[in-house]
């Protein structure tokens, strides 16, 4: 791949892998998240990182987890700085109806051009899809996009019966 993806995971996904996983939907998404990380630290695809982020991990009060949070991001190549127009779109998508970190991650996301904006959350990724022509970043799951972007190129539905 001559340009590696650039991913952002918010904050539902860098917890993912410190969740409980005695469900078999964290679990999945657990690994999918370490997988992607895998990739980001061995340099095939590359971590975003933001000011959204850090500040989100700074309100994390179980000391372990934090800095295993800071750990993990502490692999991102770049990090969105704050600025006067983020605030504004973050103000835009609030009145589409996204929470406010919601909101700050996604128009991180956009100003730093990153090709997936990766959450765990239903609630963010339903709206993201009912707002997605009015959102300037692909929204996925890390399980769906990374079954999506690991599948042979021309193979849609990898289909073994032949």
């Known amino acids: 791949m001559a340009n590696p993806y650039k991913i952002?995971?918010?904050?539902?996904?860098?917890?993912?892998?410190?969740?409980?996983?005695l469900q078999e939907r964290i679990r999945l998404e657990a690994e999918a998240v370490l997988l992607i990380y895998r990739k980001c630290r061995i340099g095939e695809w590359q971590l975003i990182s933001s000011e959204v982020i850090e500040l989100e991990i700074a309100q994390t009060k179980d000391i372990q987890r934090l800095e295993q949070l800071r750990s993990a991001i502490s692999i991102a190549l770049d990090k969105c700085m704050l600025t006067d127009a983020i605030e504004q779109r973050t103000i835009e998508l609030t009145q589409l109806g996204f929470k406010s970190f919601d909101a700050a991650h996604l128009a991180s996301t956009e100003h730093s051009n990153v090709d997936i904006f990766l959450t765990t959350d239903d609630r963010l990724?339903?709206?993201?899809?009912r707002y997605r022509d009015l959102i300037k970043v692909?929204?996925?799951n890390p399980?769906?996009?990374?079954?999506?972007?690991?599948q042979p190129q021309g193979d849609e539905n990898n289909d073994d019966t032949t």
């Open 125 to 129: 990724l339903k709206r993201a899809t």
């Open 8 to 21: 952002y995971m918010d904050m539902c996904c860098l917890n993912r892998p410190l969740d409980d996983s």
């Open 138 to 140: 692909k929204v996925k």
């Open 143 to 150: 399980v769906n996009w990374f079954i999506e972007v690991s």
